[in-house]
């Protein structure tokens, strides 16, 4: 048992420092086999009407690729634009923020004694310059990775293969691996991994379906209402909402605040464009997404924000996408070992106390 402990904890090791490694030219492989896995239930379809699996996975990839390239050539412009505007404005907008909050702030400050008349804390002075380079450098790693993302070159050439040769192999990769399993432990894995993609089927293919409608019911509903870099955030938003949570509060607070430094004082406005995400929120929470994910992937969302912080920081936007997966999976995993300890004699004792 020892032995067996090690040697996985090994492989696991290895398995870690590897993806480490290659985090920086992981991306499109990563982005290739999340296509793969969402899309494979239609080329079993495809397939089980008579058309070969390459075929079914040629048809299927190349199809899936150029709807997705007529999209970025008739979004992405618009979506370049305001992203370069709101570079170019970023600065204004924080000074705008700043000399619209600093009244109130020195009132506060003034209330509960903490300094006098317009003098603010040496503290929350280092703090907030603290703030300051810590956003500075998560806008240049974003910046940076959004060039990365936007590398249409390698995403566009290399990803559709990685995802057609997974999808036309599958079967042939499952088997390989298959006979590379231990023999003494061949019917456990087996079962933990059918339940593993069981949870990882519903969530992926369910989470994809969400951030798509959210996705398009935020960038729509902001642009609508009139909210400058409505489109940006909106798809932003829907597209953080694979994360429990964190599509909805990074798009509440990003148009909430460009709302009031936009509309103020024009209230109603404000109050419509939290409200936007508001009922987001609401209909994501209790009709789309318990009808379409449920509680597959048996994680506390607190975990998955965790796993996701933490994936970011390990391997950086890799990290994120491999996060929520890696949850699940892990979760499995968990939920198979504290089973065996319950049901283990350091559990429930040997009776001799």
């Known amino acids: 048992m020892r032995r067996d402990l090690v040697f996985w904890a ?72 305001q992203a370069g505007a709101l570079l170019s404005r970023l600065p204004g907008i924080l000074a705008a923020a700043y000399g619209a909050a600093a009244p109130s702030l020195r009132r506060l400050l003034e209330m509960v004694g903490a300094g006098g008349s317009g003098e603010v804390p040496a503290i929350l002075v280092q703090a907030g310059h603290r703030m300051e380079g810590m956003l500075a450098e998560s806008a240049a790693a974003l910046f940076t990775q959004g060039l990365a993302l936007v590398n249409l070159i390698g995403l566009l050439s290399v990803t559709p293969l990685v995802a057609f040769y997974l999808l036309r192999d599958w079967p042939t990769v499952v088997t390989e691996i298959d006979g590379w399993l231990p023999r003494d432990y061949v019917d456990v894995i087996r079962t933990q991994a059918r339940e593993a993609d069981r949870v990882l089927a519903g969530f992926a293919r369910g989470a994809a379906l969400v951030c798509t409608v959210l996705a398009l019911f935020y960038a729509v509903a902001l642009s609508v209402v009139g909210l400058d870099f409505g489109l940006l955030i909106g798809l932003t938003a829907g597209t953080l909402s694979f994360v429990p949570y964190l599509g909805a509060l990074v798009g509440f607070g990003m148009s909430v605040g460009m709302a009031l430094i936009q509309f103020w004082p024009d209230w109603t406005r404000v109050v419509l464009v939290g409200a936007i995400f508001v009922v987001g929120n609401i209909v994501s929470d209790y009709v789309i997404t318990p009808r379409v994910v449920g509680d597959r992937i048996g994680v506390h969302p607190l975990w998955v924000l965790l796993g996701f912080f933490a994936g970011a920081e390990l391997f950086g936007f890799v990290g994120m996408l491999i996060s929520v997966p890696a949850c699940a999976v892990i979760g499995v995993g968990a939920r198979f070992a504290i089973g065996h300890y319950k049901a283990s004699a350091l559990y429930l004792g040997t009776g001799d106390g």
């Open 10 to 81: 090994v492989v696991l090791a290895a398995l870690v420092v590897l993806v480490w490694l290659l985090a920086g030219v992981l991306l499109p492989f990563v982005l290739g086999m999340a296509v793969a896995y969402v899309v494979d239930p239609v080329v079993v379809w495809l397939e089980r009407r008579g058309l070969s699996r390459g075929a079914a996975a040629g048809l299927l990839v190349g199809s899936s690729f150029g709807v997705g390239v007529v999209m970025l050539l008739v979004v992405g412009p618009v979506l370049f634009d």
